[in-house]
Nanobody, 125 residues
């Protein structure tokens, strides 16, 4: 069993920045790809960013490309999402997730096996 714990959410003005963190409980963290998803009220959960096990391959949703950066520190079992130039439409609950496909950054939500509890990000205009 893997536990994922997100932190770093909060309230920020448009144009501001936040950094989300996701700590994994499992020591084999390095064997898995990781992803960030988000869900706004009344909408489906959507892909934001993903990173492979080694951190040398990433993918982003078009809506966040150039503003968000996903990274990981395998020594700390932690994945990060640096969010810059935030917009009100980025407001959502952000979830990290772990995928047992290690070598590529996975986009499909159904490929992820474990999920965190989510952290709220609110961007005011």
């Amino acid at each position: 069993q893997v536990q994922l714990v997100e932190s770093g959410g909060g309230l920020v003005q448009a144009g501001g920045s936040l950094r989300l963190s996701c700590a994994a409980s499992r020591r084999t963290f390095t064997s898995y790809a990781m992803g960030w998803f988000r869900q706004a009220p009344g909408k489906e959960r959507e892909f934001v960013a993903a990173i492979n096990w080694s951190g040398d391959s990433t993918r982003y949703a078009e809506s966040v490309k150039g503003r968000f950066t996903i990274s990981r520190d395998n020594a700390k079992n932690t994945v990060y999402l640096q969010m810059n130039s935030l917009k009100p439409e980025d407001t959502a609950v952000y979830y990290c997730a772990l995928c047992r496909i290690p070598n590529i950054p996975v986009v499909a939500r159904t490929q992820y096996d474990y999920w965190g509890q989510g952290t709220q990000v609110t961007v005011s205009s």
